[in-house]
């Protein structure tokens, strides 16, 4: 009796506690027209334009308590029409893009587990790749170490492509595993962030199997941000060093400099370059290779929107130069329009005496926030192709290139529910 006089308070002071707990339930349709005449490469002779509708469709779970962060996001992607309407079986449009929890061991050091997205800094080597409908994601885990004064973060990741009794050779087209290390700072007027990569991509033989191994390549990489009046400057360094797939002895730079200046509280003018280094001819040479390879960024944010370059082309090959112009005008809080201009050049010789310069584009982007939940944007690009341009992409038809998408987007919250400052007793 004496044990419980005194254990039972105690217990019972223990167990009641503030407890926190919201769900919610949000989703997301977008179906999307392109018009694709020159898209991504130079339009050819004796072929027609593409024209289509692709559809995201997202259904987003979020639980969250002073413990645990929760998070799952199914999500349909497919073209209008690439199934029957009486289909039985729809092999490839489901699919999982997060599933993820985060255990909260204290308020400052977290552990994020599972599918999830990995978005750093501007997205320049680290993004989501929303544009695209699928979006990227990847299995991974990371400790995160986030006090008042900074934020660090370790992820890890290790892929393999089914559950074997022996071997470990990755056949899908993904990494077989990484590493990195990102710390962040922010002071009054300026944000810095460092990123360490560690990258290993599968190689396969097709004759000996005992030379499948994992290559490693290695990036290291600075994003500056300062914001000074009605200024904002951004800077991009990165360096990669280590193997490629081919064993190639990597060494890689990408510099890129923008100045965005608030011209009026509707008018925002920008003005930018970047250098992507490349190798001579396209090709790596004497067991080299000078191509940098932005890897998992979100690569159609940069470089032209008609994704000309790095987005699933140009990967090692002469580099570019981007020089361009950004011009954004709001009209309101509602709607907006934006226009862009890039030149590009080569990074490194193309062959022989051919020009460097790599072709100009235009790109227009409308965009009219509708209602609290829908939006709608549309965007018209135009490329203007040069000798240049034509040898990298080995067509000479000369046929005009341009591209033209409106996307509408509506992304209503379905259920909200938020629990705290009750008390419970365990």
């Given at each position: 009796?004496?044990?419980?006089?005194?254990?039972?308070?105690?217990?019972?002071?223990?167990?009641?506690?503030?407890?926190?707990?919201?769900?919610?339930?949000?989703?997301?349709?977008?179906?999307?027209?392109?018009?694709?005449?020159?898209?991504?490469?130079l339009f050819p002779d004796n072929?027609?334009?593409?024209?289509?509708?692709?559809?995201?469709?997202?259904?987003?779970?979020?639980?969250?308590?002073?413990?645990?962060?929760?998070?799952?996001?199914?999500?349909?992607?497919?073209?209008?029409?690439?199934?029957?309407?009486?289909?039985?079986?729809?092999?490839?449009?489901?699919?999982?893009?997060?599933?993820?929890?985060?255990?909260?061991?204290?308020?400052?050091?977290?552990?994020?587990?599972?599918?999830?997205?990995?978005?750093?800094?501007?997205?320049?080597?680290?993004?989501?790749?929303?544009?695209?409908?699928?979006?990227?994601?990847?299995?991974?885990?990371?400790?995160?170490?986030?006090?008042?004064?900074?934020?660090?973060?370790?992820?890890?990741?290790?892929?393999?492509?089914?559950?074997?009794?022996?071997?470990?050779?990755?056949?899908?087209?993904?990494?077989?595993?990484?590493?990195?290390?990102?710390?962040?700072?922010?002071?009054?007027?300026?944000?810095?962030?460092?990123?360490?990569?560690?990258?290993?991509?599968?190689?396969?033989?097709?004759?000996?199997?005992?030379?499948?191994?994992?290559?490693?390549?290695?990036?290291?990489?600075?994003?500056?941000?300062?914001?000074?009046?009605?200024?904002?400057v951004i800077s991009n360094l990165?360096?990669?060093?280590?193997?490629?797939?081919?064993?190639?002895?990597?060494?890689?730079?990408?510099?890129?400099?923008?100045?965005?200046?608030?011209?009026?509280?509707?008018?925002?003018?920008?003005?930018?370059?970047?250098?992507?280094?490349?190798?001579?001819?396209?090709?790596?040479?004497?067991?080299?290779?000078?191509?940098?390879?932005?890897?998992?960024?979100?690569?159609?944010?940069?470089?032209?929107?008609?994704?000309?370059?790095?987005?699933?082309?140009?990967?090692?090959?002469?580099?570019?130069?981007?020089?361009?112009?950004?011009?954004?005008?709001?009209?309101?809080?509602?709607?907006?329009?934006?226009?862009?201009?890039?030149?590009?050049?080569?990074?490194?010789?193309?062959?022989?005496?051919?020009?460097?310069?790599?072709?100009?584009?235009?790109?227009?982007?409308?965009?009219?926030?509708?209602?609290?939940?829908?939006?709608?944007?549309?965007?018209?690009?135009?490329?203007?192709?040069?000798?240049?341009?034509?040898?990298?992409?080995?067509?000479f038809d000369g046929n005009s290139?341009?591209?033209?998408?409106?996307?509408?987007?509506?992304?209503?919250?379905?259920?909200?529910?938020?629990?705290?400052?009750?008390?419970?007793?365990?």
């Open positions: 009796m004496n044990f419980l006089k005194t254990t039972l308070p105690l217990i019972l002071l223990f167990s009641l506690t503030n407890s926190y707990a919201q769900f919610t339930v949000d989703a997301q349709l977008r179906p999307r027209f392109e018009y694709r005449h020159g898209y991504k490469t072929v027609d334009p593409a024209a289509f509708v692709s559809q995201r469709t997202r259904l987003n779970f979020g639980y969250k308590t002073e413990k645990l962060n929760f998070y799952l996001s199914p999500q349909d992607i497919r073209v209008w029409g690439d199934v029957p309407q009486l289909n039985t079986v729809d092999e490839n449009g489901f699919s999982l893009h997060q599933a993820w929890g985060e255990l909260l061991f204290t308020p400052q050091l977290y552990l994020k587990i599972g599918r999830q997205e990995l978005v750093y800094d501007d997205q320049r080597f680290l993004g989501n790749v929303d544009w695209a409908q699928q979006g990227r994601s990847h299995d991974a885990v990371i400790l995160k170490y986030e006090p008042s004064f900074m934020r660090l973060h370790f992820g890890a990741a290790y892929n393999q492509d089914k559950e074997a009794l022996t071997g470990n050779v990755l056949t899908t087209n993904t990494y077989k595993n990484l590493q990195y290390v990102w710390l962040h700072k922010d002071w009054e007027k300026l944000n810095a962030s460092f990123l360490f990569l560690n990258n290993g991509l599968q190689y396969i033989d097709e004759i000996d199997e005992s030379k499948n191994e994992t290559r490693y390549s290695q990036t290291l990489g600075l994003h500056l941000k300062r914001n000074v009046n009605k200024f904002s990165y360096y990669q060093l280590g193997k490629d797939v081919s064993d190639n002895e990597l060494r890689a730079y990408l510099l890129s400099l923008e100045a965005k200046y608030a011209a009026t509280e509707n008018l925002i003018v920008g003005l930018g370059g970047e250098l992507q280094s490349g190798n001579d001819y396209g090709l790596p040479s004497n067991g080299k290779n000078e191509a940098f390879n932005p890897l998992y960024g979100t690569n159609h944010k940069f470089n032209g929107f008609m994704d000309y370059f790095y987005v699933g082309n140009h990967l090692n090959n002469v580099g570019l130069i981007d020089a361009n112009v950004n011009i954004k005008y709001s009209f309101n809080k509602k709607a907006n329009v934006q226009v862009a201009f890039h030149q590009f050049f080569a990074a490194a010789e193309i062959v022989n005496e051919t020009s460097k310069d790599l072709g100009f584009e235009l790109d227009l982007v409308s965009s009219f926030k509708m209602t609290e939940f829908t939006g709608i944007q549309a965007g018209y690009s135009q490329f203007f192709a040069s000798k240049g341009t034509q040898t990298v992409k080995n067509n290139n341009n591209w033209a998408w409106i996307i509408v987007t509506i992304d209503p919250v379905l259920f909200s529910w938020q629990k705290q400052n009750t008390v419970t007793i365990n």
